[in-house]
């Protein structure tokens, strides 16, 4: 069976009106028909004109993105995302005389993306096609020094020059002017993974069909089927496709960002990410049969940095043991929550920090004889418990309450606490942890009874009113 040398596919001769005309036997590809505006690339291409990078536009001084291709040129405003903006000072088209924007990527042609975050635009700068035209390498710059290069089937030669768009989550790349030319993507060699889990996972070569791991893909080309001979992946610099360079951000920021760590993605990301491997175990058999659950909602807010982190590896492990890694492999850094520290403390019931095991045992009342010498511990300790300053103006009175947990404290009423007041406590951070302190002192010299509460009483309390007062003293 005869294969077009533009796309690899099937075809076969068919005549009309008097002219031999190959026709693809299950359509796409090359449109069904031999077309004029793509040429048959064999072997490495280059372009020297075509380029993308960040300038400044001529006429109104402002940022913009200059992207000059085989088509002409187009000039486009930051950022360099979705959906393209052509930049007002460059667009001669009749829609902005109207005050409409125009886009360089048609909403019809956007509409075949589920999820445009995960969209690169960029010009195709060199490509290399096998000697048997089943796969290529295609270079594509999407900003100055930024490049990222991609194995894909079938001959993709003819891209060079040409603006494409690099679908991430879809492993596709589709030529902008006409996206009926869209190639699948086999893996990204450049900027290469870092994740094990993406390194480890096997894939078809396309030039013999045998299993092999995705850091090893590069070297089995080479050594079995002599590819690529122009192009050179080492030269090519290891950076993150979803980085951008930022020059005017100053250097405290650039080392604050340096050293915050990844936790795990923003919740809405991740549950399209927990949809997407949930629809995936609905069709191919799992072990376990489900992908782990994410922290959202309610998880998110009841679970600390390290739980999110820890749940989050299990869903990489999740996908990378049942083959579906490559639905996690596209997430941008942006999309992730990032901390300067991770959080390891308890969460409370009230959603905030836990410092203490959160106890459910039922409490019970000491005996009186523990009450008094609890009492007596407490009035001995006073001083050192309270401090010098604040011992001068308060006293213990009784451990009162139904199950005895409750202080009581003299003060004299005149005088102001370091926590802001005897009835409430600052709004600053620092003055309420004296408060905190205080009590910890006071639960320290009692210990192992505790109290919850710690009221301050300005007038004596006379014992024929509170009874149970006398047998504290």
Known sequence: MPICSRCGSEIEFRYIKGRCIPLHLYGGGCGGSARSDVYDYAGYSRSGESSCFLTKCPACGDGVYFIRHNGGSVWIDPPLGPPWYKHPCMDNTDVVAKGVRSQVVSESAL????????????????????????????????????????????????????????????????????????????????????????????????????????????????????????????????????????????????????????????????????????????????????????????????????????????????????????IIEGIPDREFYRVDKATSYLIGPMAGPCYRPWDFETKVRPSEEELAKHFEYLSALWTDIAGSDLSTITRPIALTGKKARRLLVQVEGTVTPPWGGWTYRSSHEAARRSFTRFRSAVNKAISPHEVDHIDFVTNPLPSLLFPELGSSH
């Open 111 to 326: 509409a075949k993306f589920g999820h445009r975050d995960s969209l690169i635009i960029g010009i195709v700068k060199e490509a290399e096609a096998s000697a048997s035209k089943l796969c290529s390498l295609i270079n594509i710059e999407h900003g100055r020094d930024k490049n990222i290069v991609l194995l894909v089937k079938n001959n993709a030669g003819f891209l060079v020059g040409h603006l494409v768009l690099y679908d991430q989550r879809g492993k596709s790349v589709s030529w902008v002017e006409n996206e009926s030319y869209t190639f699948r993507v086999i893996t990204r060699l450049k900027p290469r993974f870092v994740q094990p889990e993406s390194l480890a996972r096997h894939i078809e070569c396309p030039e013999c069909l045998n299993k092999i791991r995705v850091e090893d893909i590069s070297e089995h080309l080479k050594r079995q089927h002599w590819f690529p001979q122009k192009i050179d992946l080492k030269r090519l610099p290891d950076q993150s496709p979803s980085v951008t360079r930022n020059r005017g951000v100053d250097r405290g920021t650039k080392v604050k960002a340096a050293t915050s760590q990844l936790v795990c993605p923003n919740p809405p990301r991740w549950n399209d990410v927990f949809k997407q491997l949930i629809e995936y175990a609905d069709g191919h058999p799992c072990n376990p049969s489900r992908p782990p659950a994410p922290l959202i909602l309610a998880g998110w807010t009841y679970s600390n940095n390290i739980e999110k982190m820890r749940r989050w590896r299990e869903t990489v492990d999740w996908a990378s043991a049942n083959g579906c890694v490559d």
